[in-house]
């Protein structure tokens, strides 16, 4: 069990061994309240993670949640964003690709999280990200909504890796695959409340700026998260052993040194991962972004029919992270890997060339898919790589899958253009997908393993 204090540890001291610790420290009776609120993390196996657990994954978990809202309003409401702010036809992939741009800058706040700590950086991008959302609702043309939005997605991408890192590093090894699934079912919920909130956009006072208004909540919490998330153990015990050996040399250097190491000491996960997360992106973003103008443009979806799919199907859907955690646990997390990568390019191109009554079912399918290829890469990015680069790998990895969508949507543009139907161009785009399972066989398995067993110190860090 993680400690709670936020203190750092000193040199004698050791921290409590994560690895070691059990998932059945907590009695049901004592599960935290919240949890009878989201069944869906009870998929296929009960869930008996410890107090300091709990308390972790219900803190980020609500501040994710709110993450994933930001993007869903997005998505949603991008027709009345286009309408409101006049965008044309032929420059909305383009508009959006240039906000997903904005993820790419998130790498260089990961190389301060394995300098600084996880929790410092987290508090600060909950604070960026939920600050810029609120101001998205107050822009008054195309290009502050687009510098508003860039901003927004800086903090919002660098939140997304660093809570997989912090599940990662205080969650026993037996449960990192739960634990990380839990923490997606959690904030994919945020696409429930922007959906819910959608059907009523029409009707809302200032119609889709309320929606970013709503974005401002997570301010509320941040007492408690100041208060009750504690810097992890793991970064604790490479702090205390880096200051034994660490030299004078300080600087610009030395806060590249996680980078550096990264690619010196394991070039060839680093390779893989990174080109699967980029072909899978590549291949899959336009066809995550533009389901619901889909439905609206070309099957004559009201807003109101987006958000019971959305509550309906994606409710459902939902018990996917939880699952992808679980068999990647029990199976191994490279086969579950495989498995979601072989079937969602089929999905993708079943929904966007069926119709009537298969859509919904499809789109359930699509997106139960979609967690379960999410979890098991985050959870084996996570994985793979040492404590003292571990936040500088998922910032690595933000950064390629952000140039994968920016790239993705720019080739969905282009097809659009030259099949003359976007949604064909999102079906051909979808096969990429195709390549990646043969990338996945230079990764070790990483299920069932301690984090030092996977990835031992390597290159003189301080914690071999």
């Known amino acids: 069990m993680g400690t709670s204090t936020n203190e750092p540890l000193d040199e004698t001291s050791s921290p409590p061994d994560i690895e070691a610790a059990t998932a059945d420290a907590m009695p049901a009776r004592k599960w935290p309240w919240w949890v009878w609120f989201a069944p869906f993390l009870f998929a296929l196996k009960m869930p008996r993670f410890s107090q300091h657990q709990w308390r972790i994954l219900g803190l980020i978990g609500f501040a994710s949640l709110f993450m994933r809202y930001d993007g869903a309003v997005l998505q949603l409401a991008l027709p009345q964003i286009q309408n409101g702010l006049g965008i044309p036809d032929a420059a909305l992939s383009n508009t959006v690709a240039i906000i997903e741009m904005g993820s790419i800058p998130a790498f260089f706040?990961?190389?301060?999280?394995?300098?600084i700590g996880r929790r410092r950086l987290l508090l600060i991008t909950i604070v960026g990200y939920t600050v810029l959302t609120g101001a998205t609702a107050f822009v008054s043309t195309l290009t502050l909504f687009v510098i508003v939005?860039?901003?927004?997605?800086?903090?919002?991408?660098?939140?997304?890796?660093?809570?997989?890192?912090?599940?990662?590093?205080?969650?026993?090894?037996?449960?990192?695959?739960?634990?990380?699934?839990?923490?997606?079912?959690?904030?994919?919920?945020?696409?429930?409340v922007a959906a819910l909130l959608f059907a009523f956009v029409e009707v809302l006072p200032f119609g889709w700026r309320s929606l970013y208004v709503v974005g401002l909540i997570p301010l509320l919490i941040l007492i408690s998260l100041r208060r009750g998330l504690p810097e992890t153990a793991h970064f604790q015990k490479q702090q205390a052993a880096r200051a034994q050996l660490e030299t004078s040399e300080e600087g610009f250097i030395s806060n590249l040194q996680p980078l550096l190491d990264l690619v010196r000491a394991y070039p060839t996960r680093a390779l893989a991962i990174g080109s699967i997360v980029f072909l899978y992106t590549v291949a899959t973003s336009a066809a995550f972004f533009y389901d619901p103008t889909y439905l609206q443009q070309e099957h004559g979806w009201q807003p109101w029919h987006i958000t019971m799919l959305t509550i309906g199907g994606g409710f459902g859907a939902l018990f996917g992270n939880t699952i992808a955690g679980n068999v990647g646990d029990l199976l191994g997390r490279k086969r579950a890997t495989v498995l979601f990568l072989v079937i969602m390019p089929i999905l993708i191109a079943c929904f966007y060339n069926a119709f009537g009554w298969l859509l919904p079912i499809i789109w359930a399918m699509m997106l139960f898919c979609q967690m379960g290829v999410g979890v098991s890469l985050e959870t084996l990015g996570a994985e793979l790589f040492p404590t003292s680069y571990r936040s500088t790998a998922a910032g690595a990895r933000a950064l390629v899958a952000s140039s994968g969508t920016v790239v993705g949507l720019t080739m969905h543009g282009l097809l659009f253009g030259w099949l003359g139907s976007q949604w064909t161009a999102v079906t051909v785009l979808a096969l990429i997908v195709f390549v990646t399972p043969f990338l996945v066989a230079w990764l070790p398995e990483t299920s069932g393993r301690t984090l030092d067993e996977i990835a031992p110190e390597k290159l003189g860090n301080p914690a071999i």
């Open 149 to 192: 939005q860039f901003l927004a997605r800086v903090f919002l991408m660098a939140e997304v890796m660093l809570a997989s890192v912090v599940i990662a590093e205080e969650f026993p090894p037996d449960a990192r695959g739960r634990g990380i699934g839990a923490l997606a079912a959690i904030a994919a919920n945020g696409f429930g």
């Open 109 to 115: 706040l990961m190389l301060a999280a394995d300098r």
